[in-house]
């Protein structure tokens, strides 16, 4: 179950704090490390020493340009932040982030991210907009940034404690079979879709977006859809475009194959 817990690091710029991840991941059973655009070299005499022995996990870290590229194997991305925004996303404190993880990981197919963001000026409001939920370490008011590898120490342990809880437990048997949810890069597409549809039928304005587009999105993601819901969603899109257009719909009601 943890090898199917993503760390993500974004514009990371302390090599320390590179291997200080790296080493509250070894401790805590997570291997999975992924550096989105880091802000310096990642491996340098500061990360092998911060990491104690756990740079190997730096070493096996997938290094990419962009969040998306991150994460779009990823069913659950939850986004690590010290600060509450303008628009209020679903919140979580670590310990509900636990048990979050538990129930996701018992479907198939399923793979988390937890992200994290810059020391200097954590995570951008469009990175917050990817994220299912937010997580909020319960800190100081007035001092409640925490260092990065401690925030990525926290979340780890709450991780491994959820995980040693289903250990006991995981002889119980499970009725329902869960079906496959839909991916990151599969609900992107949804959105790119519907952002497209709503346009073509004079409902969403690019010019005056007011919060629409993350609005639905947090309807969506709240949801967690499976992969047969999205791709019956995006079904409705395409008939919608069509009439639009003045197309004749399929009329199937057969879903889009995924894009
Ligand atoms: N100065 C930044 C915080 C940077 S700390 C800001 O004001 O947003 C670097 C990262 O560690 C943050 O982006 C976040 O992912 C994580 N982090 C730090 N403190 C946290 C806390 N109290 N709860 C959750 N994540 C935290």
């Not at 047969?228 to 019956?232: A, K, R, S």
């Given at each position: 179950m943890l090898e199917?817990?993503?760390?993500?690091?974004i514009g990371t710029?302390?090599?320390?704090?590179?291997?200080?991840?790296?080493?509250?991941?070894?401790?805590m059973?997570?291997?999975?490390?992924?550096?989105?655009?880091?802000?310096?070299?990642?491996?340098?005499?500061?990360?092998?020493?911060?990491?104690s022995g756990a740079d190997?996990?730096?070493?096996?870290?997938r290094t990419v340009e962009t969040?998306?590229?991150?994460?779009?194997?990823?069913?659950?991305?939850?986004?690590?932040?010290?600060?509450?925004?303008?628009l209020p996303w679903p919140m979580i404190t670590p310990r509900e982030l636990g048990g979050r993880l538990t129930e996701e990981l018992a479907g198939p197919e399923s793979r988390i991210a937890l992200i994290f963001g810059r020391e200097d000026s954590g995570l951008?409001?469009?990175?917050?907009?990817?994220?299912?939920?937010?997580?909020?370490?319960?800190?100081?008011?007035?001092f409640s940034s925490l260092n990065l590898a401690a925030a990525v120490q926290v979340l780890a342990y709450e991780s491994r404690l959820a995980w040693l809880a289903t250990q006991e437990t995981s002889h119980r048997s499970d009725a329902d079979t869960p079906q496959p949810l839909a991916s990151h890069e599969e609900l992107e597409h949804y959105f790119a879709h519907l952002e497209r549809t709503l346009i073509a039928i004079g409902f969403h304005d690019p010019a005056m977006p007011r919060?629409?587009?993350?609005?639905?999105?947090?309807?969506?993601?709240?949801?967690?859809?499976e992969r047969?819901?999205?791709?019956?969603l995006r079904g409705i899109l395409t008939a919608t475009e069509k009439q639009a257009t003045g197309e004749k719909p399929a009329g199937s009601g057969e879903p889009d194959p995924p894009a």
């Open positions: 199917r817990i993503r760390i993500v690091l710029s302390h090599p320390g704090n590179i291997g200080g991840t790296a080493r509250a991941m070894h401790n059973g997570l291997e999975d490390l992924a550096l989105v655009a880091p802000r310096c070299e990642p491996l340098t005499a500061d990360t092998v020493s911060r990491a190997h996990i730096v070493h096996g870290a969040l998306e590229q991150a994460v779009a194997d990823c069913t659950l991305v939850v986004g690590a932040s010290a600060r509450s925004r303008t951008s409001n469009a990175e917050l907009q990817r994220c299912h939920a937010h997580v909020h370490i319960p800190t100081n008011p007035e919060q629409l587009m993350p609005r639905l999105r947090r309807l969506t993601l709240r949801s967690r859809p047969m819901e999205l791709n019956i």
